[in-house]
């Protein structure tokens, strides 16, 4: 079973940086995308930047220029970078991978993490 455990939320002041890490562990061959969710009370979870194994990367509209997305193949790990942080970050982050654990498997699998809360309030 692979396991995606995330890292590194907490509580910031707006204007704040906070830097995410999920690293993937367990049975595993390949990893291709790996992605940031986020879910805010009451609202549906939203993507949030992705970030492929050969280093491509989206960013959702309310997170372009402030957000970065970075991944350490080697350790099947991706961070988040998050900046001048506004109080509309709050949310739980979730982490996101599609994997394969056998060079056979014809289908990548997809995984969560648990989430981790980022807060951002004076």
């Known amino acids: 079973q692979v396991q995606l455990v995330e890292s590194g939320g907490g509580l910031v002041q707006p204007g704040g940086s906070l830097r995410l890490s999920c690293a993937a562990s367990?049975?595993?061959?390949?990893?291709?995308?790996m992605g940031w969710y986020r879910q805010a009370p009451g609202k549906q979870r939203e993507l949030v930047s992705t970030?492929?194994?050969?280093?491509?990367?989206t960013y959702a509209d309310p997170v372009k220029g402030r957000f970065t997305i970075s991944r350490d193949n080697a350790k099947n790990t991706v961070y988040l970078q998050m900046n001048s942080l506004k109080p509309e970050d709050t949310a739980v982050y979730y982490c996101?991978?599609?994997?394969?654990?056998?060079?056979?498997?014809?289908?990548?699998?997809?995984?969560w993490g648990q989430g981790t809360q980022v807060t951002v309030s004076s």
């Open positions: 970030i492929s194994s050969g280093g491509s990367t």
């Open positions: 996101n991978a599609d994997y394969k654990v056998t060079a056979l498997q014809r289908t990548w699998v997809s995984n």
């Open positions: 367990g049975r595993i061959f390949a990893v291709n995308v």
